[in-house]
């Protein structure tokens, strides 16, 4: 079982950063496809970024050029760098982790971007 635990989340102003951290236990980090997701109130959660066992990485058309994802196995920890933050960034961010047979949920972590 692995547990997933989600930091970093607050209050910034249009166009301020945020780093969000996913510190993970119970299980073999590495060994996981990591991703961040993020769900507002009344919508579906939508995915936003991944990166692989391998380091490799992808974004939501959303998120390109403004977030970059990144992991360090040694710290069995994922983040979330976001800059140029935009009030439609809004949301709970979840971070995920996922094997072909299996995945986990963190609890979430709330980004608000508002003036």
């Known amino acids: 079982q692995v547990q997933l635990v989600e930091s970093g989340g607050g209050l910034v102003q249009p166009g301020g950063s945020l780093r969000l951290s996913c510190a993970a236990s119970?299980?073999?980090?590495?060994?996981?496809?990591m991703g961040w997701y993020r769900q507002v109130p009344g919508k579906q959660r939508e995915w936003v970024a991944i990166i692989t066992t391998g380091g490799s990485t992808n974004y939501a058309d959303s998120v390109k050029g403004r977030f970059a994802i990144t992991r360090d196995n040694a710290k069995n920890t994922m983040y979330l760098q976001m800059n140029s933050l935009k009030p439609e960034d809004t949301a709970v961010y979840y971070c995920?982790?996922?094997?072909?047979?299996?995945?986990?949920w963190g609890q979430g972590t709330q980004v608000t971007v508002s003036s």
């Open positions: 995920n982790a996922a094997t072909a047979y299996t995945y986990y």
């Open positions: 119970g299980g073999i980090f590495s060994m996981y496809a």
